[in-house]
């Protein structure tokens, strides 16, 4: 018996959950449609060095220069992102974001960045890497949180692996291997 009006009012709550779905005005349910992985490969080139840096130091804590991971160093980069190794390679998009030294042992960024396309049906789609990136490790793995237009409601990840590393000035290709859903 109490079996029986356990299932009844389980019954009622889902007729009565269902039916405050179906009265709202404001809210809609939509069939979702299906969904697709796209993989993307691009080089990512992150210069503090020269005339045009695309990437600058914003901010910093008062010992972050005698921290051995500068630690507290916050940047904001504008970085291109291209087809190949090349810089002079075809532009396929930008990383726009920051990126600051995270970890006091190691050299560890936290990567909040949205990677901004420019190019054939990608044209202004983005896709958003908010993560870790352990940058001394020759591959690293960050979380793509989201998207915009053609990557709507993206959610991937991004395996990152360095190609080139100038340790004097700090510039960096690093080659980018991103999987998303959307
Ligand atoms: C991307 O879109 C912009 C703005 O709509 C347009 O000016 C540009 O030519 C497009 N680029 C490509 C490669 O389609
Ligand atoms: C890129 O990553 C995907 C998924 O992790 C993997 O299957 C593929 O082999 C990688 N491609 C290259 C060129 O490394």
Redesign the pocket.
Known sequence: MAKLSAVVSLLISRLVAAAAIQTVTWATRLESAKETTT?L?FYFHDTLSGKNPSAVRIAQAIDTDKSPTLFGIVMMADDPLTETPDPQSKLVGRAQGLYGSACQDQLSLIMSMSFVFVDGPYNRSSISLLGNNRAMNPVREMPIVGGTGFFRLARGYA?AQTHRMDFKTGDAIVRY?V?VVH
């Open positions: 993989n490969q395996i291997n999987t």
